[in-house]
Nanobody, 123 residues
Framework: QVQLVESGGGLVQAGGSLRLSCAAS????????MGWFRQAPGQEREFVAA????????YYAESVKGRFTISRDNAKNTMYLQMNSLKPEDTGVYYC????????????????WGQGTQVTVSS
C-alpha cells in the first residue's frame, strides 16, 4: 500500500516562506516521478511543480516559477517544496502525488495522493 504524508503547512504572512515535505512509505517514492498540486476553496486542483525520479528534471507552474523550488531525497523517501515570497493567492491545500502517466501537469496522470497540508498566506 502506497502512503504519502504531507507536512509543513501553516499560516504565514505575505512575503514569507514555508517548506513542505512529503514522506513516502518505503521505496514508494524513489523510483517514481512526483508532483505537488494545490486546491483553493471552490477551485479545481491545480499543478504546482513536479520532479523526475532522477532529480534531473523539474517543472513548475508559471505562477510559482522563481519562488518555489521542488526537490527530493530518494534515500529518505521524501520530497520537498520550498516556497518563498508567498502571496495570498498561494493559499490552499497542498497535495503531493505520484505520477504514473505521461503528463506532468494533469492530476489525472497521478495515482496516489497524500491527505494534504493547509497553507494560508495572509495579506
Amino acid at each position: 500500500q502506497v502512503q504519502l504524508v504531507e507536512s509543513g503547512g501553516g499560516l504565514v504572512q505575505a512575503g514569507g516562506s514555508l517548506r513542505l515535505s512529503c514522506a513516502a512509505s518505503a521505496r514508494t517514492l524513489s523510483c517514481f516521478n512526483m508532483g505537488w498540486f494545490r486546491q483553493a476553496p471552490g477551485q479545481e486542483r491545480e499543478f504546482v511543480a513536479a520532479i523526475s525520479w532522477t532529480v534531473s528534471v523539474t517543472y513548475y507552474a508559471e505562477s510559482v516559477k522563481g519562488r518555489f523550488t521542488i526537490s527530493r531525497d530518494n534515500a529518505k523517501n521524501t520530497m520537498y517544496l520550498q516556497m518563498n515570497s508567498l502571496k495570498p493567492e498561494d493559499t490552499g491545500v497542498y497535495y503531493c502525488a505520484r505520477r504514473i502517466g505521461s503528463s506532468w501537469g494533469s492530476a489525472d496522470d497521478y495515482d496516489y495522493w497524500g491527505q494534504g497540508t493547509q497553507v494560508t498566506v495572509s495579506s
